[in-house]
């Protein structure tokens, strides 16, 4: 008969389980609302009429078309804004006019194509009360929202460069 050992025996830790949490009703209602929400905003880009009247699309300057003032930056500056072109980009991209969207703007296109997504992405994550194919929404929505605005800035900096050289030349 062997002795009893006088060291603690080693037993291995049990393994976390990487589990996604279900959503409460909470989270759940409020990705409902942020899917009606976008198909609100598709709905009024649907409304706008973003080609000229020679059949053209436009590239900014529809969202006078809701009662908005023209860009405030465009007049004092004579240099369009990181946004401006967005409301044309989603207009044009709902009519399907994918190569006038993205002249428009093209961070507003990947916007839109993001948003697009993101639809039936809430809506599929409510119903089955966890988030599906995202371990952490807010990681993802870090890394999604610095992204778009690395885009948006490098896409201004493009625009900008080419007002100035065309305004010096």
Known sequence: MTPPSTTEPTTEPEPILDVIPVLTGYVRGTLVG????????????????????????????????????????LKVTGVPCPSCGMTTS?????????????RANYAGTVL??????????CLVSA???????VR????????????????AVVRWMIVVGFTLNAGGA
């Open 112 to 121: 839109a194509g993001f948003c697009l997504l993101l639809v039936p992405w």
């Open 34 to 73: 942020i899917a009606v929400a976008l198909i609100g905003v598709f709905a009024v880009a649907a409304l706008i009429d973003p080609y000229e009247p020679d059949g053209a699309a436009r590239l900014m300057g529809t969202h006078t078309q809701l009662g908005l003032t023209e860009c405030g930056f």
């Open 136 to 151: 952490s929404v807010e990681w993802t929505l870090v890394v999604v929202l610095v992204g778009l605005a690395a885009l």
């Open 127 to 133: 119903w089955r009360r966890q988030t599906v194919f």
């Open 90 to 102: 989603f207009a044009l991209l709902v009519r399907g006019d994918v190569a006038g969207s993205l």
